[in-house]
């Protein structure tokens, strides 16, 4: 097995030597592909001062769905893997994707969240929608075989949010297992807020309306499920401004975004759906451009290191 391993990273420069260091310990024979950009925070520096890095590249796109195909573009590797920057691959990582690959033609696994009290961690997640099993996968701890990403052209880079799902959607279209292997395993240290971020909820049901209609089409399964989630975060931010944690002009603003997500996502998703009828159902997937790069530096290469 040839293991190539992508990290899309973004201003996150002193997370990222972390998770480089790690991959270099636990897979030290895997090609490395860093997808930087647009970073302002010295991230290219540290990268080409680095001798255990064979390929940076460059990307003027923020959408981590831009940089991951950049980084199947440019990976040799039968086996491509994808990491949160943020991650650190634990002992066991590179033999649990071994095996998970003899299982199935693409392995996950969770991620361990290092708190005050402990450490929290993932399980596997599976839905049903439409007679489909649906399989989650991590986008920041997944390996494919590259056949695998070949046959789906790669992830929808109309998506900003949401990425991974897609993908497990498709997959499961086209009856490619997904293994999760308890060992494949990757952590994140926790900062003092947990680690929380505000959420963009007009992109989020953008994406969920978007993907669902795009690998489903208009069914009655899908506008249940869109509405479902619409329903369940709307009560919980009505108990925050009960609580008094929130401004009820909030609440309204969310339900607005949250409204014209799912309008565009959806309209979005019909057009994309009857734009590529194949099997891949990725209107705006890898073999669509080939200007993701801005530079690439072949750092492996350089004999100089």
């Avoid at 439409?130 to 880079?157: K, P």
Wanted: with cysteine; aromatic share 4%.
């Amino acid at each position: 097995m040839d293991l190539s391993v992508v990290v899309p990273t973004l201003n996150g420069r002193d997370q990222l030597r972390g998770c480089l260091d790690a991959v270099a310990e636990q897979a030290p024979d895997a090609e490395l592909i860093v997808v930087n950009g647009p970073s302002a925070d010295g991230t290219t520096g540290m990268v080409t001062d680095r001798d255990d890095v064979d390929v940076l590249i460059e990307v003027a796109s923020r959408t981590v769905t831009v940089a991951r195909n950049a980084g199947i573009d440019a990976a040799s590797g039968d086996v491509i893997a994808f990491l949160g920057d943020d991650l650190r691959v634990e002992s066991d990582w590179l033999t649990a994707v071994v095996d998970g690959l003899t299982e199935a033609p693409v392995v996950t696994g969770p991620t361990h969240r290092t708190l005050r009290g402990g450490v929290a961690t993932e399980s596997t997640e599976q839905v049903t929608i439409s007679g489909r099993a649906v399989t989650a996968i991590a986008g920041h701890n997944v390996a494919f075989q590259r056949q695998v990403l070949d046959d789906i052209d790669g992830f929808d880079e109309y998506l900003e949010t949401g990425g991974a799902w897609d993908v497990a959607h498709r997959l499961a279209a086209n009856d490619r297992a997904v293994a999760w292997r308890p060992e494949m395993s990757v952590r994140r240290e926790l900062e003092a807020d947990g680690g929380r971020a505000d959420r963009d909820w007009g992109w989020t049901y953008r994406a969920l309306a978007y993907r669902l209609v795009k690998n489903y089409g208009l069914r009655p399964t899908v506008a249940r499920r869109t509405l479902s989630h619409a329903a369940s975060d709307a009560i919980t931010a009505a108990r925050d401004v009960v609580r008094g944690d929130a401004e009820p002009t909030t609440w309204f603003g969310t339900g607005r975004r949250v409204l014209t997500g799912i309008a565009t996502g959806g309209s979005d998703g019909l057009v994309a759906r009857a734009r590529d009828r194949s099997d891949a159902r990725n209107p705006h997937g890898l073999s669509k451009r080939a200007d993701r790069a801005v530079t690439k530096y072949e750092l492996g290469t350089d004999p100089d290191r």
